[in-house]
């Protein structure tokens, strides 16, 4: 069983920063790709960000809505997963989620990961 903790969650005016951290209970942990959702009230999950290793370096995939805000970023040595959330939106504020998998190949599709932290709440203020 791999468990993941997400940290890092708060509230923040429009325009700052946050970063987002998701510690995984697995020594394995570089095998996996990760990925983090975001949930808005009223809304459904989307994804957000995920990494996967290539095999001579890291991967990575950004939703549209946050290409070049946010920066997704892994340390194996600590078994963490990061998130980090610049020029932050109102429309940011959700419940960020952290996921793994393995053998993922549509990055964007909740149904591929095997296992979910708890969440951890961003809210953007006006």
């Known amino acids: 069983q791999v468990q993941l903790v997400e940290s890092g969650g708060g509230l923040v005016q429009a325009g700052g920063s946050l970063r987002l951290s998701c510690a995984v209970s697995?020594?394995?942990?570089?095998?996996?790709?990760m990925g983090w959702f975001r949930q808005a009230p009223g809304k459904e999950r989307e994804s957000v960000a995920a990494?996967?290793?290539?095999?001579?370096?890291?991967?990575?995939w950004y939703a549209d809505s946050v290409k070049g805000r946010f920066t997704i970023s892994r340390d194996n040595a600590k078994n963490t997963v990061y998130l980090q959330m610049n020029s932050l939106k109102p429309e940011d504020t959700a419940v960020y989620y952290c996921?793994?998998?393995?053998?993922?190949?549509?990055?964007?599709?909740?149904?591929?990961?095997?296992?979910w932290g708890q969440g951890t709440q961003v809210t953007v203020s006006s």
């Open positions: 697995r020594q394995t942990f570089s095998r996996y790709t």
């Open positions: 996921a793994a998998g393995r053998g993922i190949r549509s990055y964007w599709k909740q149904s591929e990961y095997d296992y």
């Open positions: 990494i996967t290793w290539n095999g001579d370096g890291d991967s990575t």
